[in-house]
């Protein structure tokens, strides 16, 4: 008969992976040139590279990964080759819209031309401000004007004068009477060579020194010659209207040469429609109003030693131009990383002022941009999940990216839609967006945005390790020196640099694998320059590393010490010695988020008979995660496989982990309840100082699990602590044997026979090894060999299926 296999114990080599601090052939860090070379992240830079150099629409990147991986640093670092590239960019500019002044008109032109505009219309107004009066004061200007004026006066002399004599002929006089705060003129009977009033003609009357009749007539002549009166004052008015008109043709004769001159100036430097359009509107507006150039001599006198007074608000602001994006000493391609991506950050705003009235203003010189503008023609980097916490501001985004159109709004119109009529005209950009995120976020905006997947069309996923290869090691070493270069650290030695690559190998949790988490790593190479500091060493050693990673783990290590405290205290009931049938030691990890450790938890079986199968204690109080559910309903299915080929399984099995108040989860402990389980029905001890771990299939094969390092370390610690024996140890699935990376301090208690270190395939390998009897094959009659622990297991079902019978009978 065959014999079946047995547990194997670890060879002492394999339980770490060690780096021969000879083979990288340097002495220190500072035998190594440093680079800036990206590491290890080779997938992630190609979908980089195709989302930033894809030019159609919706090739927006997401970069996911752990923090840590160097994701922001290989985005900086790659955007700064685009960087030298060059493109024409071009300047965003606002002015005033003339046809509708809450509607700015946007004007966008080459780098750097847009400052130069600016700088163009301010020096118009101040030629307009100089030459319009000098103009007016000119001799020639204001001999022409006074030529016209009294043509048109004498015309007004003449037809007043011509009215004055009609009047005078009928026996009236113009006169100006006092009606409110004006003047008007009016007619008025004379008598005796002066004007009267009708009153004083009515006294006249009384006094028989006129007639009745003669006053009747009067006061016909008078309504006659009033009807005139309006015809000559409409004749006076048209006059005083082609007076001004002649003016302003003058005006506009001596002027508009110059203003068109200026005007065309800055035209002929600008190739831009829209530009062109805005300073005939310009034009038009300066011409229709000039007298707003001309300065009274009230505002020029000034008293001594006094400030004149300053204006608010600028006179001129229609002809002003705001630049709200100018790219003029912007070299090769606008990257913009906004670390604050709060909504007029990201997007820009409408700023608001109060005038003098106390009243609530804005207008196109206040339009500000933000960095999804200024990033125009080139790549704007933001975190994802500061992105999505702030109102308003990945709706905007999305419509932004979607349509490739950017709308300034004030905060309050983009966050809380508050309607404005103040709308600025849309800007066609063209910018490359790359979000920062997590996995978790990556995959709720892919299934509950449809656009999302629409607009980041690339996703960047930054690994946590890469192979463990010669190449690998290189680079490692070359990011020691680039930290120690970077920060001005003491030089590593090159077994401070072996020890940094195998602490990088036991946080990637494989022994062919380095960990890409170079913030960690990085925060090692300082802590421990710290130490070497400390010692008053010029370089860093092996045993200044050690004693970071040592001291950082003290740091941070109070709850794993106040949980094994409880055990060697014996509050948590752990043995460590002895056998006991159905119960046996398995192995847990609690992760406290910046740290892992590893316990053992006392796992119990009581077995008796009955129909219930196995009954999941953690589950039954709801104590039970999903995966260790499974596990349990995979331990069913095992024992069902092996045993009731030829019978019921009539038998109740109830299995926890004792002293659990914090819920269970995975399936790492199904192989240990199943050594329990079978304890129990074969009623065979099993040995206290071996702590088991390892995951099961229905097959009885064992299956690889997480935490191999911790979970032996954890029961390391207790055995230690009470003494090591010889014959302590863990019992760890043979496809862990490859992610050991133990500590030292294990390493030598195992190479000194005081722990062991097992690995198994089978559940026949474990139990054999806990109980010190043979698993036992099934025989051709479907038996189990005799007094092996599944014959034992095989008669204890037999006889509840027995029983059962009886009672149902």
């Known amino acids: 008969m ?54 159609h629409p919706g090739y927006n990147v997401f970069v996911t990964g752990f923090s840590g991986t160097g994701r922001m640093t290989t985005i900086k670092r790659l955007l700064l080759e685009f960087q030298k590239k060059q493109i024409p960019l071009r300047d965003h500019c606002y002015v005033y819209n003339f046809l509708n002044s809450d509607q700015p008109i946007l ?46 006066q004498e015309r007004q002399r003449s037809v007043l004068k011509d009215f004055e004599q009609k009047v005078k002929e009928r026996g009236f006089e113009v006169i100006q009477v006092q009606v409110g705060p004006i003047m008007r003129p009016d007619i008025a009977p004379v008598f005796n060579g002066q004007p009267i009033t009708f009153d004083q003609l009515d006294i006249l ?21 009033e009807s005139q009166m309006e015809l000559m004052l409409r004749e006076l008015r048209n006059i005083e209207k082609k007076a001004k008109d ?10 508009l040469p110059m203003v068109k001159e200026s005007v065309n100036e800055i035209r002929r430097k600008y190739e831009n429609e829209k530009l062109h359009g805005f300073l005939d509107q310009v034009q038009e507006s300066a011409m229709s109003d000039l007298n707003r150039f001309r300065g009274t001599e009230e505002q020029t006198q000034q008293i001594p030693g006094v400030s004149p007074p300053q204006s608010e608000e600028d006179e001129f602001i229609e002809y002003r131009v705001n630049v709200v994006v100018d790219n003029s000493r912007t070299k090769g391609v606008p990257i913009v990383i906004e670390t604050n991506p709060r909504f007029k950050n990201i997007f820009g705003t409408i700023e608001r002022e109060v005038d003098r009235n106390g009243i609530w203003r804005t207008d196109f010189t206040l339009i500000k941009a933000g960095s999804l503008l200024r990033a125009d023609g080139g790549f704007l980097v933001i975190n994802a999940l500061d992105a999505l916490v702030e109102p308003g501001v990945w709706q905007t985004l999305k419509r932004t990216l979607r349509n490739g159109l950017l709308e300034i709004q004030s905060i309050e119109t983009g966050i809380f839609g508050t309607s404005s009529a103040f709308k600025p005209e849309p800007i066609e950009i063209d910018v490359k967006v790359v979000m920062l995120g997590d996995a978790f976020i990556y995959f709720i905006l892919y299934d509950q945005d449809d656009d999302f997947k629409k607009i980041f069309k690339v996703r960047a996923d930054f690994d946590t390790e890469m192979p463990k290869q010669q190449q690998s090691i290189e680079k490692y070493v070359h990011f020691i020196k680039m930290i120690c270069d970077d920060e001005k650290l003491k030089p590593f030695d090159q077994t401070g640099i072996a020890a940094v690559i195998e602490y990088g190998v036991r946080l990637a949790g494989r022994q062919n694998k380095l960990s890409t988490r170079f913030n960690i790593i990085a925060d090692l190479i300082r802590e421990a320059n710290y130490w070497a500091s400390k010692d008053d060493s010029s370089i860093v050693t092996l045993q200044h590393v050690n004693k970071a990673i040592d001291e950082h783990i003290e740091r941070i290590k109070l709850w794993e010490d106040k949980t094994k405290e409880m055990i060697l205290e014996g509050t948590l009931m752990i043995d460590t010695d002895g056998t006991v049938v159905g119960q046996v030691n398995g192995l847990s990890v609690l992760d406290v988020r910046e740290y892992m450790f590893g316990i053992p938890s006392r796992i119990t079986a009581k077995t008796s008979i009955g129909r219930a199968g196995i009954i999941n204690i953690e589950r039954e109080a709801a104590m039970s995660g999903p995966i260790h559910n499974k596990g349990v309903l995979i331990i069913n299915g095992y024992l069902s496989g092996k045993y009731a080929h030829n019978k019921p399984l009539t038998m109740n099995a109830s299995i926890t982990f004792e002293q659990n108040y914090g819920g269970v989860d995975g399936d790492s402990a199904s192989s240990t309840e199943i050594y329990a389980i079978l304890s129990s029905l074969a009623n065979v001890p099993l040995r206290q100082e071996i702590s088991v771990t390892g995951s099961v299939n229905q097959n009885g094969e064992i299956q690889p699990i997480g935490g191999v390092n911790q979970k032996i370390e954890g029961f390391f610690d207790i055995c230690k602590k009470r003494g090591l024996t010889g014959k302590q140890g863990v019992l760890i699935p043979h496809q862990n044997a490859k ?32 109980t010190g009897l043979p698993a036992g094959k099934r025989l051709k009659d479907g038996s189990f060999e005799k007094d092996s622990i599944h014959y034992l297991v095989d008669q204890t079902l037999s006889r509840y299926a027995q029983h059962w019978k009886e009672l149902l009978d």
């Open 739 to 770: 992610d050991l990376m133990l500590r030292h301090d294990v390493i030598e208690a195992v190479e000194k026979k005081l722990f062991h270190i097992y690995v198994i395939k089978t559940i026949d390998e474990g139990i054999e090894l806990l």
């Open 205 to 225: 009357v009384k006094e028989e020194k006129i007639t009745k009749e003669q006053v009747e007539q009067m006061m016909k002549d008078r309504a006659l010659l």
């Open 246 to 255: 002649s003016v302003n043709i003058l005006s506009e004769r001596f002027i």
């Open 2 to 55: 065959a014999k079946s296999a047995k547990a194997k114990e670890i060879p002492v080599d394999q339980l770490r992976w060690r780096c021969d601090p000879k083979s990288l052939k340097i002495k220190t860090t500072d035998d190594v040139k440093q680079t800036k070379e990206i590491i290890g992240q080779d997938r992630a830079l190609r979908a980089l590279r195709l989302g930033l150099e894809m030019k």
């Open 107 to 152: 004007i966008s032109l080459p780098a750097g031309q847009g400052i130069a505009l600016q700088a163009d219309m301010d020096n118009l107004i101040q030629e307009f401000l100089k030459n319009i009066p000098a103009v007016f004061e000119s001799r020639r200007f204001k001999e022409e004007r006074k030529r016209s004026m009294e043509f048109f």
